[in-house]
């Protein structure tokens, strides 16, 4: 038995080495196949982690107000979800990359996550993004991420500060004005005082000397109301006064014809430039599509307001207005075909014979949406801010400059100008700004 027990693990062990070798050498297989698999993830990952550095954030930020902001908070859902932790829990950065490029293609596809999120916020479509970059939309993230590690800002105190400060300072100088008021008022009573006295005391002078009755009744005469407005200078400042203030009401009176400054009628939705433009700071282009590439700025279609109130505030009677004019259907999503265009009540209007073109002042001149329309985005209601008559148009092309910067069709012309005029800059007068036919057909 002995020399059979001893045998049978001899029969055995050369057996079990392969066995064990093999089951060494394939978990060893496994464990590498592992190590290398979580080696590949964290590589794929870092060369996905989401940049930390200052520029990369400062970078995001201005994409994300520029892009985003319109429909998106960090912290607290607006248009679209709040987006603090999203590169989490999305199920991956390029899927989060796919999304921001054409999210409509996500939810095409019938990706799960992509058509949760697009039914939750009723089929509203995001922006397509499709020409950012990788680097962009990781900056967009690294922006994100740092809102997030910030945490919900404590943002009333700088907000509620800033317009008491503006307050003060122009609450100031109308104090000063006050002030220098009465102390003017106060001078004149005692300019009267001293005059009486002075008149008074020369009266007795005069007393003493020997006048003729003439001269004594002179000096007596009695000042009354009548002798006043009996006399010559004053007749002649009341009737100059009177002729002046005619002539003005006049000359304003014609000027006014045709002019409609400061018009704001009531619109048939309570459309507020301040909430839209101001609060929820949208781009004017996003709704004014127009401005950049034509004449007009145009007014928007019922179909942009619908990309965010399809879920924004349903449940306000102002936008209910707006889904009647769609024909919108909240049980199906989805728009009928009665659609009808919201007769918006047109405030800016030129006359027929002069040519304004959005795109030449916007695109080409650089100029400001609130230089010729004032600041909007405080306004409620839209008001007429400037006078746009052509003493106005004319006016602004005499004061600026063209706006040479990355043009280069405006190079030769700068460089003509300065040789002809050295030392001065060129206007949009000098480029035939104040050329009839360029405004009147
Ligand atoms: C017109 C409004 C709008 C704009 C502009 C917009 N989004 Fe969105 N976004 C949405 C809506 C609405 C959703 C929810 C899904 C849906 O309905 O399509 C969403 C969803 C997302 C999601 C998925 C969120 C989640 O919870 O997983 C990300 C990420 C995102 N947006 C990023 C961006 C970025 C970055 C920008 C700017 C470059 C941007 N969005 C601009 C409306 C917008
Ligand atoms: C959410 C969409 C939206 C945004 C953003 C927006 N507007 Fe408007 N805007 C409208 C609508 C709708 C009207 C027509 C109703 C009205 O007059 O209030 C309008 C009217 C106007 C008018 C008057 C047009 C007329 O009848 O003569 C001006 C000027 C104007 N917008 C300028 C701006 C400027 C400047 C900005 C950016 C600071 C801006 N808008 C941002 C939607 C928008
Ligand atoms: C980019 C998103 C966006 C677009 C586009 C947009 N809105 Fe809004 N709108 C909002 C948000 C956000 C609010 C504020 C909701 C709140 O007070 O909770 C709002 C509020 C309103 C309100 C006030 C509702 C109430 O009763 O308080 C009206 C009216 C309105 N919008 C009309 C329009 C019209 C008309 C258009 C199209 C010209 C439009 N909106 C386009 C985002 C948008
Ligand atoms: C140089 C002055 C000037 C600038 C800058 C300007 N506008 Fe205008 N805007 C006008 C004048 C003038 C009209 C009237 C045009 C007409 O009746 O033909 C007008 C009309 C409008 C209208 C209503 C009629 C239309 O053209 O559709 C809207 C909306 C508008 N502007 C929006 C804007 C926005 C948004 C910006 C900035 C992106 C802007 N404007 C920049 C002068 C200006
Ligand atoms: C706030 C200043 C401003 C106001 C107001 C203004 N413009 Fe202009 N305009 C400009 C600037 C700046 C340019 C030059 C853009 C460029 O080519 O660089 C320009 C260019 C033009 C041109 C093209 C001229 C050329 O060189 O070909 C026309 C036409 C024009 N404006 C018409 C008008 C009319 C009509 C009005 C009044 C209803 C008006 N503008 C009011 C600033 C203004
Ligand atoms: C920068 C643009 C611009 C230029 C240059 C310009 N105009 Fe005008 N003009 C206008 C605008 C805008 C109006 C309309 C003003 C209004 O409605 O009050 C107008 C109105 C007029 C009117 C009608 C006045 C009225 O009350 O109906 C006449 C006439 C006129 N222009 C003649 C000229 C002549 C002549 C020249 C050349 C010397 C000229 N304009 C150059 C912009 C211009």
């Given at each position: 038995?002995?020399?059979?027990s001893?045998f049978v693990?001899?029969?055995v062990?050369?057996?079990?080495t392969?066995?064990?070798?093999?089951?060494?050498t394939?978990?060893?297989s496994?464990f590498?196949s592992v190590?290398?698999?979580?080696?590949?993830?964290?590589?794929?990952?870092?060369?996905?982690?989401i940049?930390?550095?200052?520029?990369?954030?400062s970078?995001?930020?201005?994409l994300?107000?520029?892009?985003?902001?319109s429909c998106?908070?960090?912290?607290?859902?607006?248009?679209g979800?709040?987006?603090?932790?999203?590169?989490?829990?999305?199920p991956?950065?390029?899927?989060?990359?796919?999304w921001?490029?054409n999210?409509?293609?996500?939810?095409a596809?019938?990706?799960?996550?992509?058509?949760?999120?697009?039914?939750?916020?009723?089929?509203?479509?995001?922006?397509?993004?499709t020409?950012f970059?990788?680097?962009?939309?990781m900056?967009i993230?690294?922006?994100?991420?740092?809102?997030?590690?910030?945490g919900p800002e404590?943002?009333?105190a700088?907000?509620?500060?800033?317009?008491?400060?503006?307050?003060?300072?122009?609450?100031?100088?109308?104090?000063?004005l006050n002030?220098?008021?009465?102390g003017m008022?106060?001078i004149?009573?005692?300019?009267v005082?001293?005059?009486?006295f002075l008149?008074s005391?020369?009266?007795?002078?005069?007393?003493?000397?020997?006048?003729?009755?003439?001269?004594?009744?002179?000096?007596?005469?009695?000042?009354?109301?009548s002798?006043?407005?009996?006399?010559r200078?004053?007749?002649?400042?009341?009737?100059f006064?009177?002729a002046?203030?005619?002539f003005?009401?006049?000359i304003n009176?014609?000027?006014?014809?045709?002019?409609?400054?400061?018009y704001a009628?009531k619109?048939?939705?309570?459309?507020?430039?301040?909430?839209?433009?101001?609060?929820?700071?949208?781009?004017?282009?996003?709704?004014?599509?127009?401005?950049?590439?034509?004449?007009?700025?145009t007014i928007?279609s019922?179909?942009?307001?619908?990309?965010?109130?399809?879920?924004?505030k349903?449940?306000?009677?102002?936008?209910?207005?707006?889904?009647?004019?769609?024909?919108?259907?909240?049980?199906?999503l989805s728009?009928g075909?009665?659609?009808k265009p919201?007769?918006?009540?047109?405030?800016h209007?030129?006359?027929?014979l002069?040519y304004?073109?959005?795109?030449?002042h916007?695109?080409?001149?650089?100029?400001?949406?609130?230089?010729?329309?004032?600041?909007?985005?405080t306004?409620?209601?839209?008001?007429?801010?400037?006078?746009?008559?052509?003493g106005?148009?004319i006016?602004?092309?005499?004061?600026t400059d063209?706006?040479s910067?990355g043009?280069?069709?405006?190079?030769?012309?700068?460089?003509?100008?300065?040789?002809?005029k050295?030392?001065?800059?060129?206007?949009?007068?000098?480029?035939?700004?104040?050329?009839?036919?360029?405004?009147h057909?």
């Amino acid at each position: 038995m002995p020399p059979d027990s001893r045998f049978v693990p001899l029969e055995v062990k050369p057996d079990t080495t392969p066995i064990m070798i093999k089951h060494f050498t394939s978990s060893l297989s496994k464990f590498l196949s592992v190590v290398t698999l979580l080696f590949l993830i964290s590589f794929t990952g870092q060369s996905q982690s989401i940049p930390e550095d200052a520029a990369s954030i400062s970078a995001g930020q201005t994409l994300f107000n520029g892009n985003c902001k319109s429909c998106h908070k960090i912290h607290t859902q607006s248009v679209g979800p709040a987006l603090k932790n999203v590169y989490e829990r999305a199920p991956s950065i390029d899927w989060i990359k796919g999304w921001i490029r054409n999210s409509a293609k996500v939810v095409a596809s019938g990706d799960e996550y992509g058509v949760k999120i697009f039914e939750e916020y009723k089929k509203s479509q995001m922006t397509a993004f499709t020409n950012f970059s990788d680097e962009q939309i990781m900056n967009i993230l690294a922006y994100i991420q740092a809102e997030t590690k910030k945490g919900p800002e404590t943002a009333a105190a700088p907000a509620t500060g800033t317009p008491t400060a503006g307050g003060e300072s122009t609450a100031l100088p109308s104090n000063y004005l006050n002030v220098i008021l009465i102390g003017m008022v106060l001078i004149l009573i005692l300019l009267v005082i001293i005059l009486g006295f002075l008149i008074s005391s020369l009266k007795r002078f005069l007393d003493q000397k020997n006048l003729s009755e003439e001269d004594k009744e002179v000096v007596h005469s009695p000042i009354t109301a009548s002798t006043i407005s009996r006399s010559r200078g004053f007749i002649f400042i009341v009737t100059f006064l009177v002729a002046a203030l005619g002539f003005k009401a006049v000359i304003n009176g014609l000027y006014s014809v045709g002019i409609q400054q400061g018009y704001a009628p009531k619109q048939p939705i309570a459309f507020s430039h301040k909430l839209h433009a101001g609060d929820y700071e949208i781009d004017c282009k996003y709704c004014h599509t127009g401005v950049m590439k034509g004449k007009s700025a145009t007014i928007p279609s019922v179909n942009i307001c619908m990309n965010c109130h399809r879920a924004v505030k349903t449940e306000s009677p102002q936008i209910q207005k707006i889904w009647q004019a769609a024909d919108w259907n909240a049980e199906t999503l989805s728009f009928g075909p009665n659609q009808k265009p919201i007769e918006w009540v047109r405030i800016h209007n030129l006359p027929d014979l002069a040519y304004f073109n959005h795109a030449q002042h916007v695109n080409v001149g650089g100029v400001a949406c609130q230089t010729c329309h004032g600041p909007i985005e405080t306004m409620d209601v839209v008001r007429q801010y400037s006078l746009l008559t052509m003493g106005w148009c004319i006016d602004c092309h005499r004061k600026t400059d063209i706006n040479s910067k990355g043009n280069a069709y405006y190079d030769r012309l700068v460089e003509l100008h300065n040789s002809k005029k050295p030392g001065t800059s060129m206007k949009v007068e000098d480029n035939g700004g104040l050329e009839c036919s360029k405004c009147h057909y």
